[in-house]
């Protein structure tokens, strides 16, 4: 039985003008350790995108990157900065599911395609027999596989913005790329 640990990161930018904000590149990255030891890292990012969305799909990626090499009976733990990712994941997904993905306040799930995605991921982990645990780590501190992560996510992000290419992990799964220039 092998531990997988994924330190996951995204990275994005946005500016604001006439009064909104627009959104430009991102990056998400991830660096796996396999029983304490780096095992790889992985990386990519979207020309026009947000830091919730990069975030997300990093654990996205990592997520599918577990499922191609577990076995039966493998621990995986994501590790993520975002609260936000986090929350989603072990708070708010199941009672979203069972309302027919939506909040209870009725406002739309932001992000909701990528989020379905990652929550089938994590019923196929499931049905491996595997165990799944999410951990908030802090970011921009003394965490070398986290700022790991952050620089790899930073580094797409600027490779997105030059190039105006979608980096996918593997083959183009439509979850990045669809959105518009301001955010709602």
Same mark, same amino acid.
């Given at each position: ?50 830091? %919730?969305?990069?975030?997300?799909? #990093? =654990?996205?990626?990592? +997520?599918?990157?577990?499922?191609? !090499? $577990? ?39 932001? %992000?909701?395609?990528?989020?379905? #995605? =990652?929550?089938?991921? +994590?019923?196929?982990?499931?049905? !491996? $027999? ?55």
């Amino acid at each position: 039985m092998a531990s997988f640990r994924y330190y996951t990161d995204g990275a994005a930018t946005m500016i604001r003008k006439n009064g909104k904000y627009l959104r430009e590149a991102g990056g998400w990255a991830f660096v796996l350790l396999i029983d304490n030891r780096e095992d790889s890292v992985c990386s990519g990012g979207c020309p026009l995108t947000t830091n %919730n969305e990069m975030e997300l799909y #990093a =654990i996205y990626a990592s +997520m599918k990157d577990f499922l191609l !090499k $577990s076995e039966s009976g493998d621990m995986v733990e994501i590790c993520s900065d975002s609260s936000y990712c986090i929350d989603i994941f072990t708070k708010w997904a199941f009672n979203w599911q069972k309302k027919g993905w939506k909040k209870s306040d009725g406002k739309p799930i932001k %992000n909701l395609k990528l989020i379905k #995605a =990652i929550w089938k991921l +994590m019923a196929n982990i499931k049905s !491996k $027999s595997c165990m799944l645990k999410f951990k908030k780590v802090k970011g921009h501190s003394s965490n070398q596989w986290n700022n790991k992560a952050d620089e790899l996510a930073g580094t797409a992000k600027n490779i997105a913005f030059k190039s105006g290419k979608t980096v996918y992990y593997g083959e183009n799964d439509g979850l990045l790329g669809e959105k518009s220039n301001y955010v709602d």
